[in-house]
């Protein structure tokens, strides 16, 4: 089990934009990654399809899920990445250059 924070968010944000999707299908993936990218920010967006992605593969591997592979495969890398990994990135390359002199 998730601990309650998460839980919390996941129910107050990621289920919250599910709920609003008009697309309910996996086999509608292309069409709910188009509404999240219109309805959301693109981090929102990569978060959700993230979870998407992760809890589809989770029902394939229990045998929940009537597909062989998750449609939203990939979907979250394709998007650009978040602010924090931008700036996690320059930090980490600027230290770098730092030790190098």
Same mark, same amino acid.
């Given at each position: 089990?998730?601990?309650?924070?998460?839980?919390?968010?996941?129910?107050?944000?990621?289920?919250?934009?599910?709920?609003?999707?008009?697309?309910?299908?996996?086999?509608?993936? /292309?069409?709910?990654?188009? &509404?999240? !990218?219109?309805?959301?920010?693109?981090?929102?967006? $990569? *978060?959700?399809?993230?979870? @998407?992605?992760?809890?589809?593969?989770?029902?394939?591997?229990?045998?929940?899920?009537?597909?062989?592979?998750?449609?939203?495969?990939?979907?979250?890398?394709? /998007?650009?990445?978040?602010? &924090?990994? !931008?700036?996690?990135?320059?930090?980490?390359?600027? $230290? *770098?250059?730092?030790?190098? @002199?």
């Amino acid at each position: 089990m998730c601990k309650e924070s998460t839980m919390h968010y996941l129910k107050t944000s990621v289920y919250d934009y599910l709920v609003k999707c008009p697309y309910q299908s996996t086999g509608d993936a /292309l069409e709910i990654r188009q &509404w999240l !990218l219109k309805n959301t920010t693109n981090s929102i967006a $990569k *978060r959700i399809l993230t979870y @998407l992605n992760a809890s589809t593969e989770w029902g394939i591997k229990h045998g929940l899920a009537n597909c062989k592979t998750s449609a939203f495969k990939g979907m979250s890398e394709e /998007l650009p990445k978040h602010n &924090w990994e !931008l700036t996690h990135s320059l930090t980490h390359l600027l $230290k *770098r250059k730092k030790r190098q @002199l």
